[in-house]
């Protein structure tokens, strides 16, 4: 079965080259509709004010509290008006600012995608610098005390994006699956098709010969009965009778005159 099959796709090789050529085309078509993506992190920190920590405390010790501020934070991120910021940095760039749950503390991560790993970084940057930006400006609206304003900082922030090409992947494997399917099936196809024909022509092909040609023995043997070319013997009857003379029949006699008729 295997073999008929690379049989088949050897006498149609032009179809399997056009189904290469074809499958080049569908794998370089899904990369440009599919690029690879870029993706970066960043973490920012909320600190408590001045007053939340006594004099030569650890300012980590008074983090409770903190998850309500930074969900306020984060909830400004989800805006039109933030959207519209970072879409003024970068149009294809994807975003989002949330609570970091795998941290009990007021810690704001921020997580950007985008088609390049410069414009990746940069709104990463752009959004961590804004973290402590709208902290401040929230604060300033309410008339928190300067002694007790909430301030923040940099967890962790990545300077380098990775690439994520899962979705590229899948997109040329199945340009891969799609041409070499639509190769081997056309060249079956094909293959099937000419030789039916093949074998129609060649089956009227062998009738038509059979009637047009040679007579067989059996038929030059009754034309040859029916149309001698040497004269049969005859018979000695036949040869005697035809020796002798021939002799008129008697004539009828009249009963009444007695002549001859």
């Known amino acids: 079965m295997i073999l008929d099959v690379f049989r088949a796709m050897?006498?149609?090789?032009?179809?399997?080259?056009?189904g290469l050529v074809l499958t080049a085309g569908l794998t370089w078509a899904a990369s440009e509709i599919s690029p690879p993506e870029y993706n970066a992190?960043?973490?920012?920190?909320?600190?408590?004010?001045?007053?939340a920590v006594l004099d030569g405390g650890n300012?980590?010790?008074?983090?409770?509290?903190?998850?309500?501020?930074?969900?306020?934070v984060v909830a400004y991120f989800a805006s039109s008006a933030a959207?519209?910021?970072?879409?003024?940095?970068?149009?294809?760039?994807?975003f989002e600012v949330f609570l970091d749950d795998s941290t009990r503390g007021p810690v704001i991560a921020v997580d950007v995608t985008d088609v390049s790993a410069e414009a990746t970084l940069q709104t990463l940057e752009f959004l961590t610098d804004r973290v402590p930006k709208e902290l401040e400006r929230l604060q300033e609206q309410v008339g928190a005390?300067?002694?007790s304003m909430i301030t923040s900082m940099p967890l962790a922030i990545d300077d380098r994006a990775e690439a994520d090409t899962a979705g590229t992947t899948r997109l040329i494997i199945a340009a891969l699956a799609v041409g070499a399917v639509a190769t081997v099936a056309g060249a079956l196809s094909?293959?099937?098709l000419l030789l039916r024909r093949k074998a129609r022509r060649t089956g009227i092909s062998g009738l038509a010969s059979a009637e047009d040609g040679p007579?067989?023995?059996?038929?030059?043997?009754?034309?040859?009965?029916?149309?001698?070319?040497?004269p049969y013997p005859r018979t000695r009857a036949a040869t005697s009778a035809s020796s002798?003379?021939?002799?008129?029949?008697?004539?009828p006699v009249s009963a009444r005159t007695g002549r001859v008729r």
């Open 215 to 230: 007579p067989s023995s059996a038929t030059d043997e009754d034309t040859a009965l029916a149309h001698p070319t040497t």
């Open 190 to 192: 094909l293959d099937g």
């Open 145 to 147: 005390p300067a002694d």
């Open 59 to 72: 300012p980590f010790l008074a983090l409770s509290g903190l998850e309500q501020p930074a969900g306020i």
């Open 41 to 51: 992190r960043g973490l920012v920190l909320l600190l408590p004010g001045e007053n």
């Open 244 to 251: 002798e003379p021939h002799q008129s029949p008697p004539k």
């Open 10 to 18: 050897g006498r149609r090789w032009y179809v399997v080259v056009g």
């Open 83 to 94: 959207q519209m910021e970072v879409a003024a940095v970068s149009e294809s760039a994807q």
